[in-house]
């Protein structure tokens, strides 16, 4: 378990920075997380200006959250990619606003295997083998299906912010569970953590994390 400079801040970081095939999944990545934004936003404009009721009312707090939360997202895959970050999606804002150090989790590790291993390589197909790879790829492709299905006139508006607040709120969950319990572990090897950490997590009923890190 090494440590890597880090290009923006020239501090050691448990996890490397994206090398160039990561940084333009970011990157695209990011860029549909901009065509996600502007599509809150235009819902949420929508539902400002909709007839007052109490509905409304609690829709347009939720909406509000949904767009925070995917702008957040946005900010922070755009801040990993332009600026090289090392860590995940949820260390880069507090990283390049507050200086904190980034963390080992099941994200980073995985990403990391992604790129040593074009460090050692090069460009090559085996890059696109590696679980890291697969995420990023599948991750794009689901993303961008979505914002097509959005634009696509075929749901409603009050679906479609239905459906941003059921993706917010899962990436949220996810961060809030998954992601924190593998925060420190050293048992990550980039290769089926996701699901020892569910199982660990269920099977043992204890936080994974605690006591491993």
């Known amino acids: 378990?090494?440590?890597?400079?880090?290009?923006?801040?020239?501090?050691?970081?448990?996890?490397p920075p994206p090398a160039s095939f990561r940084r333009v999944l970011i990157l695209l990545v990011g860029f549909g997380m901009l065509l996600l934004s502007a599509t809150c936003l235009r819902l949420l404009y929508i539902l400002i200006y909709s007839a007052p009721s109490l509905i409304n009312r609690v829709a347009l707090v939720f909406q509000i959250w949904e767009a925070v939360y995917v702008i957040y997202?946005?900010?922070?895959?755009?801040l990993i990619g332009f600026l090289r970050l090392p860590g995940c999606e949820f260390t880069a804002a507090n990283h390049v606003v507050r200086g904190n150090h980034t963390h080992r989790c099941v994200d980073s590790v995985l990403n990391s295997v992604l790129d040593e291993m074009q460090d050692r390589k090069g460009l090559c197909t085996d890059l696109l083998k590696?679980?890291?790879?697969?995420?990023w790829i599948l991750?794009?492709?689901?993303?961008?299906?979505?914002?097509?299905?959005?634009?696509?006139?075929?749901?409603?508006?009050?679906?479609?912010?239905?459906?941003?607040?059921?993706?917010?709120?899962?990436y949220y969950a996810y961060d809030k569970t998954i992601h924190h319990w593998s925060i420190g572990r050293r048992d990550l090897t980039?290769?089926?953590?996701?699901?020892?950490?569910?199982?660990?997590?269920?099977?043992?009923?204890?936080?994974?994390?605690?006591?491993?890190?």
């Open 139 to 170: 991750g794009a492709i689901l993303l961008f299906g979505f914002l097509a299905v959005l634009g696509s006139g075929l749901i409603t508006h009050e679906m479609s912010s239905i459906s941003i607040g059921v993706f917010a709120l899962v």
């Open 190 to 213: 980039g290769s089926g953590d996701y699901i020892r950490i569910i199982v660990g997590y269920i099977c043992k009923g204890k936080q994974p994390g605690k006591g491993v890190a």
């Open 130 to 135: 590696t679980e890291s790879a697969n995420k």
């Open 1 to 15: 378990m090494g440590e890597f400079i880090c290009p923006h801040c020239g501090k050691l970081q448990p996890t």
């Open 73 to 78: 997202l946005l900010v922070a895959f755009f």
